[in-house]
């Protein structure tokens, strides 16, 4: 699962970011774990986690080990997806050209 297309227009490295913590839902993931699931450099992830905990886009827990999990706001709703990629993509080009 992606983040919400309004999330979308930030750099890769941020979107990938964001990306892979949906996709662990209420797991969320280690800086580590982060660091495997997106191609690029541990310099870009720190400054990537850093830009995302700035516009309070990602949580981060440090209980029994530093976790990080997406806010609430980034997470698509499940119901609201359908089964047919197409039509989301149909739907977000009438969007785009206003029709």
Known sequence: MAAKPEYRDRPDVEVALLDALVDRGDEGMTVLELRAAVDADIDAVEEGLS????????LVETEESVRVYAHERVVPDPEAATDDPSAGLVDAIRDRIGL
């Open 51 to 58: 830009a995302l905990k700035d516009d309070s886009l990602i």
